[in-house]
């Protein structure tokens, strides 16, 4: 099963395979480009098995694939060839002792934890949707995923059970119930004593490149998040000789992505990119945002690059005074928000790393970036990507001239590019309203400088980003509704140095709480929210206000809050 218990890195010597691995061509075994695409593709069968095999040849140093460390001195590390034999036996799992057939949906909702990485390979082998989700949600957001995707499974941990529980009998089409955990519990499935004696022998589904692979819930200014569909060609994008260039990971690369495994930031940077490269991926467990564990966990490892949001990054440099000085970090990458040029500037004099930029949403994977070595403009988030082609156009479609602002739109016509989101499950009024002209609208404004190089602005809806996370102002408004004190609410963006953007309610009172301590029921509101949604949306402002600002049909005008806020009233 291959987790060892408290080894330490003591004796880890990068030397040898460091340099062995340097000769060899990252990923030069995988041969495709946007202009042959193949009909099929299986990211367990295409690129792990390959790693697997180039280790079985001694082509691959003995470094491990996977490298998973805790606070308790726990460590993970497991070879290509063991990820392929324990993810061959959870799709047997999956599909034998649970029923799951390919294209059935499967919700995961894990942390830091090696087996997030089994399910994930397990699902893409046999077929399966995987749909990835925060292990902050709550049981009403564990509800609505699992009803509007009839998922027939869910895999969690014992913390989210209870939740799962209280809320199953609401989700007919769920079937199986696997429990990652050291205890069992009552109605759930043992993942890892079944992963045990299951069979390492399994056939990888042949899926066609345009099958579907994965769902991801993304929020939108109104109503709940919606699911984006992506096929087995995101997986298949990171191979491209395009997209490599953006980190140009190779396999004696260790890559540690900090995204939590919910968000598609993590399945590309945690999954496809550094796996495509037959790289290193290390995963520190990391259940709380810690700055100190961060910094002595990039001192004691031989970590090569990282990537994560830029409020990752603002957090350390604003949390630790001492050293930043890493002695194996040669490249950080950043995305998920915006960043400022002055905090380009200060990663750099403290840590002396360029911090390079990308760009992406659930829908499009990453899209735009500074790629690794290409002249960084301090502000931008680089260039397109190919095969997406971005390009700045107005409402109807129309390309705007250089330096001009308007919506990022990638081309999705004549043809539209392979790891584009395939549409908004279920909702093809919203997939349409996103379509412009011969583009997606991305809803992001930003304008393109003469060097193609994109410089972001904000976005041209209500859609809230804080600190990495995607807001709908709905999702919040909604849960303080089901608090008696709010009559009701407006959830807009407000502005704040570490997180660039926070969450601002303007509520107004219910008679009965009128005459309350205000600081008090700041905090039990904040708390509500926490507690019926995942926290990580909780308005960090509030103001009492006697009415809202409202249109003459009776529409309450966010715009004009968030125009206050920003003070530009
Ligand atoms: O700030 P507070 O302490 O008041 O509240 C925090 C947590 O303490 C609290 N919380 C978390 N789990 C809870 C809980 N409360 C109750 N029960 C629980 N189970 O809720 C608040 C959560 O806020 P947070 O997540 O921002 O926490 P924190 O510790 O401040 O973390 C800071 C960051 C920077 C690590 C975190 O914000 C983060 O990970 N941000 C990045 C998100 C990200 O990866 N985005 C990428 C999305 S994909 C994309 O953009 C496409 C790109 C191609």
Redesign the pocket.
Known sequence: WGIRQSQSYHGFHPAPWYLYCRSLSGAGGLRWNDHNRPAEFNFASNVLDYWTQMEQEGKRGPNPALWWVDNQGDEVKWSFGEITDLSRCVANVLTQTCGLQQGDRLALILPRVPEWWLVAIGCIRAGIVFMPGT??MKAKDILYRLQVSKAKGIVTTD?LAPEVDSVVSECPALKTKLLVSHHSRQGWLDFRSLIKSASTDHTCVKSKTLDPMAIFFTSGTTGLPKMVKHCHGLAWRSSLPSCRKLLQLNPSDVLWC???PG????V?GALFEPWTAGSTLFVHHLP??DAKVIQQTLCKYPITQCL??P??Y??ILQQISTSLRFPALEHCAT???ALLPEEQEEWRRRTGLLLYQ?????E????CGTLRGMKIKPGSMGKSISPLDIQIIDDKGNILPINTEGNIGIRIKPTKPMGLFMCYEDNPGKTAEVECGDFYNTGDRATMDEDGYIWFLGRSDDII??????IGPAEVENALAEHPAVAESAVVSSPDPI?REVVKAFIVLTPEFLSHDQDQLTQEL?QHV??VT???K?P?KVEFVPELPKTITGKIKRSELRKKEYGQM
């Open positions: 292990t902050q913390t900090f995204s939590d968000w598609i930031l993590a590309l709380q945002f994560a949001a409020a990752v603002r957090m995305g998920g928000e990308v760009y992406g949403q659930s499009t994977g990453i899209a980003t804080a600190s990495g996370y995607r997180r904040q926490k507690s995942a926290p990580y909780y960090r």
